[in-house]
């Protein structure tokens, strides 16, 4: 595991397993994982100063990053 911290993985120990499953079987689930990790990354670049940018263009981007999250937790947990 990388040093990014918010990696759904690390945040959802108990649905990892679930996670890796609905990936593999779900396309649109799969693309906003991908989304996800992609936006997680760049955040992270720009916390780090790595590839700094403004503070309101990092707010935006945590926020895209929350909604993510929240649809991805609000679909793994859904009931079957």
């Known amino acids: 595991m990388s040093n990014t911290p918010h ?12 996670i890796t ?13 991908g989304e996800y990790d992609a936006l997680n990354d760049e955040v992270h670049l720009a916390e780090t100063d790595v590839q ?4 309101m263009a990092l707010a935006e981007l945590r926020k895209k990053r929350m909604h993510l999250k929240d649809e991805i937790y609000r679909l793994v947990t859904a009931p079957a």
């Open 7 to 18: 990696q759904l993985a690390a945040d959802f120990p108990d649905l990892a397993g679930k």
């Open 52 to 55: 700094p940018m403004e503070d």
């Open 21 to 33: 499953e609905r990936k593999a079987s779900d396309a649109h689930f799969a693309t906003l994982v």
